[in-house]
């Protein structure tokens, strides 16, 4: 009888005190499992201009190509070889090859007099090319042939010029300065390691891709390859292949992410010109609701004689759901929670909240305290906006990341020149401090080489 009696006290007890909840009590938060990153095959295709390369090498070779002032070595002669007019070059199969002229002028001592003479002669090279593992590029360049443009002819008497042997003098001792001249030329000038590894580097780095809506890039690469040389026409082409899990973060930086040291080159059959990214963008919660504020703080919804107005937003995840925490003054002061899934509305190419609504709590608690407020247009204007925020940073996106792949200064002489086809959602998740949205970017790279300068 007296337990029955201390219940029957209890039972107004609590009643007053749920009359007196203020608002609805607050969802856990909570989060799944993140979703697996998908590697990113990124091809860039690299062309060096023949006529580039001609007219670097032309730069860096001039004047007097050999020199012999002795006359007592036992020749009798003095000779000096000079670069004549510019070097031509041309592809034949995978080798490179090209002419130098030379102008030659030859004192030839008689034993009572000295005579002097000039001629031309042409000398024919060849240089092979390969890549070793580490990523320097390896030339042996030979000589094929020679001729004379121009003989070097003096006679006096029963005395000429020993042609041939000024012929084998200038080869034997020019060809060597020549072919060391053009092979230590390509491989200082056209560092294959430095550029590759000095592009390796910039792809941990984070760019700033957008200022205005503090969105940041990070490649992060995890291998790289590269096609063999192939050589027709006027260009020398090949593809350079990255395999990466690119990042790129709305509101903050990424977090550092540690450069690795240039793998070994991995030689690939064939690649293709173009590229899709697959990029795990993260929006984080304090930008989501920066922007969200924007738009929402300080609109008023009213219905008949009641009205609120939003004072503050906040985001947070409960499962596979967005909860926004609405806090209001007005008619009624206090939090209102919504929720909803985030979702990819491939036809809008946005990611839309999927039915938005008042979470449990929140609908009992405005049923019995403020029922007026599930009629007002609250719901429907925050829904809006949320999903302007996503749609809105992919289309500034696009732009920003186009700006950036137009024109990219590697080094004077090395250009990345790219193309930004279609930037499109395939999915979001939500993580403990970010919405995580996995992009897909299509489009085409091209890195340009100029010359060796």
Not at 146 to 160: F, I, Q
Not at 207 to 217: D, F, K, P
Not at 285 to 307: V, W
Not at 366 to 383: D, V, Y
């Amino acid at each position: 009888m007296k337990v029955s009696r201390f219940f029957l006290f209890l039972m107004p007890v609590a009643l007053i005190v749920s009359c007196k909840t203020k608002e609805p009590v607050r969802p856990a938060e909570q989060y799944e499992s993140l979703f697996e990153e998908r590697l990113s095959v990124i091809n860039i295709p690299v062309d060096i201009d023949l006529r580039e390369l001609e007219r670097s090498l032309n730069q860096q070779m001039k004047g007097v190509i050999y020199e012999d002032k002795d006359l007592n070595d036992g020749d009798h002669m003095r000779v000096r070889a000079e670069k004549q007019q510019d070097i031509r070059l041309g592809i034949d199969s995978q080798l490179i090859k090209y002419r130098v002229p030379l102008s030659l002028w030859i004192q030839y001592d008689l034993g009572i007099s000295k005579v002097e003479a000039e001629g031309e002669l042409a000398i024919d090279f060849k240089t092979a090319f390969a890549i070793t593992e580490d990523w320097n590029i390896i030339t042996v360049t030979e000589v094929v042939r020679h001729d004379w443009l121009k003989k070097p002819r003096l006679k006096m008497g029963v005395v000429s010029l020993p042609i041939g042997f000024i012929a084998d003098l200038v080869l034997q001792n020019s060809k060597a300065t020549l072919t060391r001249n053009i092979d230590e030329l390509v491989q200082q000038r056209f560092n294959l390691r430095e550029l590759v590894g000095e592009a390796w580097r910039k792809m941990y780095e984070p760019i700033l891709v957008s200022e205005a809506y503090n969105t940041w890039l990070a490649i992060n690469p995890q291998a790289i390859g590269m096609t063999p040389l192939d050589m027709k026409g006027d260009k020398i082409s090949g593809v350079i292949l990255v395999e990466s899990l690119p990042r790129v973060n709305i509101g903050r930086p990424p977090g550092n992410i540690r450069a690795q040291p240039l793998p070994n080159l991995q030689l690939r059959r064939e690649a293709g010109d173009d590229f899709t990214i697959h990029i795990n963008t993260e929006i984080s919660y304090g930008e989501a609701e920066r922007i969200a504020k924007a738009q929402l703080l300080g609109q008023t919804f009213s219905q008949g004689k009641r009205s609120v107005t939003v004072e503050d937003l906040e985001l947070y995840g409960q499962g596979n759901k967005i909860v926004v925490n609405t806090k209001l003054s007005g008619s009624y002061n206090g939090s209102i929670y919504l929720v909803g899934k985030p979702v990819y509305n491939f036809r809008k190419n946005t990611i839309e909240i999927e039915k938005l609504d008042y979470e449990l709590s929140s609908r009992n608690f405005l049923l019995k305290s403020a029922g007026w407020l599930l009629k007002s247009t609250m719901k429907n204007k925050i829904e809006e906006n949320m999903n302007f925020l996503l749609d809105y940073n992919l289309e500034e996106m696009q732009a920003q990341f186009q700006e950036q792949l137009s024109t990219y200064k590697i080094t004077d002489d090395v250009l990345l020149k790219g193309e930004l086809k279609d930037i499109s959602i395939q999915n979001a998740y939500l993580a403990p401090e970010s919405i995580i949205v996995d992009l897909a970017l299509s489009g085409r790279l091209n890195i340009k080489v100029n010359g060796l300068n």
